[in-house]
């Protein structure tokens, strides 16, 4: 049998209409309509769309704002680190040191920080105590600020002594005088030419230096001499001595005498005054005369310098430095001179004075210089008068 169909073929159309009809309601029933379905699928995917495109350009603005402003650290960092700024570097190298030793995160940062500060233009070199991870623009303040400069800087001034110079390095640095003063005695370490005689006395140049955390004695001792040398062979102080008929030490220790006896103005014609008395036709025994050797002698015997000179004390046979009581020149140079009296030292001033006596109390002061014993008195009279002496 076969199955007949459920409509007569005259009703069939009107039979499929009304069962797609029960379908359609008995199916509304149990599922949500597909057009509701497909609309809340394509929210969702737009929603996930912009959340992720949001985080892209977030993201996007954050490396850009890196490639501009370049990558820094947050706050003031933590720990210590010790920078060293040589003379004459960029602010880019400066930057590119901080990145190498972890103190900022990026050279742009810290060049970005530094070109927007127009105090930036005054960074000194010389040693810093920084942090760890600090802001560029934290760091540039502290590399402005005097304070975190670590102070390894000391003075040499013209005339000052071996004694006086080593002092002055103990001050403002970690080296002591008795590492100093043991240094001195290795010539070969320290830099001091053969004729030197083993001495440093006239070798440390008068100027300012700067040591790096790392430098010893030797390398203070080694940083003036090597100045000194290199002053002496710009102006051709061995060459002129030996020009002269003098060895360059010789010249050295009368550098010294000028520079501890005279003024800068007078220094040629203080240098001349010198070099007559040695002559034996100038009638002085060859005889100096000089207070400042007997005065040097204290200092190296550990008396005060500023105590009152008597007649005994500068002709005392048993002190090596008394220029009274011993002919030709001191043992050693009796401090260090600048480069005025190296030159005075070998270009003196044309004359024929044996005497020399600073006549009034002018800043720059003025000496009286005479040939005959008569005219050196009456220097020494004005002298007295301008309350000088």
């Known amino acids: 049998m076969r199955i007949s169909s459920a409509c007569p073929s005259v009703a069939r159309t009107a039979c499929r ?33 912009l959340v992720v495109l949001g985080g892209g350009l977030v993201y996007a603005g954050s490396l850009v704002n890196t490639l501009i402003h370049g990558a820094d650290y947050d706050g ?10 040589a003379q004459g570097q960029t602010l880019r190298q400066v930057g590119d040191t901080l990145v190498a030793k972890g103190v900022v995160k990026s050279t742009r940062a810290f060049t970005n920080a530094a070109e927007a500060d127009t105090r930036s233009t005054s960074l000194q070199p010389g040693t810093y105590q920084l942090k760890s ?30 004694k006086q110079a080593f002092a002055s390095v103990a001050k403002t640095t970690r080296i002591t005088v008795d590492q100093l003063t043991a240094a001195a005695n290795n010539a070969s370490a320290i830099g001091l030419p053969d004729w030197a005689k083993g ?24 940083m003036m001499i090597t ?7 710009g102006n ?20 010294s005498l000028v520079v501890g006896e005279g003024i ?20 002085t025994n060859g005889l100096l005369q000089s207070d400042a050797t007997t005065i040097y002698s204290r200092e190296i015997r550990g008396v005060p310098r500023n105590a009152e000179l008597t007649t005994a004390e500068l002709k005392d046979a048993n002190d090596p430095y008394s220029t009274y009581a011993h002919k030709g020149l001191p043992p050693t140079p009796i401090g260090n001179p600048d480069l005025d009296a190296l030159n005075a030292a070998v270009n003196p001033t044309p004359g024929t004075w044996i005497f020399f006596v600073k006549i009034d109390k002018d800043k720059a002061g003025h000496s009286g210089f005479a040939t005959t014993n008569a005219e050196h008195e009456r220097n020494k009279q004005l002298a007295r008068q301008n309350g000088v002496l």
């Open 17 to 49: 209409t009304t069962t797609r009809h029960d379908r359609a309601g008995r199916q509304s029933k149990h599922r949500r309509p597909p057009g509701r379905h497909r609309n809340l699928i394509t929210a969702l995917v737009v929603v996930s769309v």
């Open 76 to 85: 003031g960092g933590t720990g210590q680190v010790t920078i060293q700024i």
């Open 133 to 162: 991870h600090m802001s560029a623009a934290l760091a540039l303040a502290l590399l402005l600020d005097p304070s975190s400069r670590v102070q390894l800087t000391f003075t040499v001034t013209p005339g000052m002594t071996a």
């Open 199 to 222: 001495k440093v006395e006239g070798f440390l140049y008068p100027d300012t230096y700067t040591l790096q955390p790392k430098d010893d004695a030797t390398a203070a001792l080694k």
């Open 227 to 233: 100045q000194s040398l290199k002053k002496m062979n």
């Open 236 to 255: 051709g102080f061995i060459t002129k001595a030996q020009a002269m008929g003098k060895n360059p030490y010789d010249a050295l220790i009368v550098a």
């Open 264 to 283: 800068p103005s007078d220094y040629g014609k203080i240098a001349r005054v010198f070099y007559n008395r040695l002559n034996p036709a100038a009638g």
